[in-house]
């Protein structure tokens, strides 16, 4: 998996197809010319204070890592974090991730065919 850097591949993301879950929301663009999947982690400052972002971050990154089957190639992915993602258990986290990228691939994830 490949690293979104840039602040166009996060509004290119968003403008594809979305999947709400309870710990965080998955959205997933197709993009061209690109091998190897791409994906990118946000947490807001609304979300809580630093060291619960981070914990939110850390939790999120490794339930990617133990998806990283499941992302298809040239695709975006791009996870907002949710504060639920302190609190629910890491299995629960794990499979709503792999139910969201699912659930994004049964769409088309090209731009403009978003669904809440």
Not at 4 to 17: P, Q
Not at 108 to 116: I, L, N, Q
């Given at each position: 998996?490949?690293r979104?850097?840039?602040?166009?591949?996060?509004?290119?993301?968003?403008?594809?197809?979305r999947?709400?879950r309870?710990?965080?929301?998955?959205?997933?663009?197709?993009?061209?010319?690109?091998?190897?999947?791409g994906?990118g982690?946000?947490?807001?400052?609304?979300?809580?204070?630093?060291?619960?972002?981070?914990?939110?971050?850390?939790?999120?990154?490794?339930?990617?890592?133990?998806?990283?089957?499941?992302?298809?190639?040239?695709?975006?992915?791009?996870?907002?974090?949710?504060?639920?993602?302190l609190t629910?258990p890491?299995?629960r986290?794990?499979?709503?991730?792999?139910?969201?990228?699912?659930?994004?691939?049964?769409k088309?994830?090209?731009?403009?065919?978003?669904?809440?």
């Open positions: 998996m490949r979104l850097t840039k602040r166009g591949e996060y509004l290119n993301a968003a403008r594809g197809v999947a709400g309870t710990a965080f929301s998955l959205q997933a663009i197709a993009v061209e010319n690109q091998a190897v999947p994906v982690l946000t947490v807001t400052k609304k979300t809580g204070n630093s060291p619960e972002r981070n914990r939110i971050k850390r939790r999120l990154r490794a339930a990617l890592r133990a998806c990283d089957e499941h992302f298809r190639p040239q695709h975006d992915y791009v996870l907002v974090g949710r504060r639920d993602a629910l890491f299995s986290v794990v499979s709503d991730l792999s139910s969201a990228i699912a659930k994004v691939h049964a088309r994830a090209t731009p403009g065919t978003r669904d809440e």
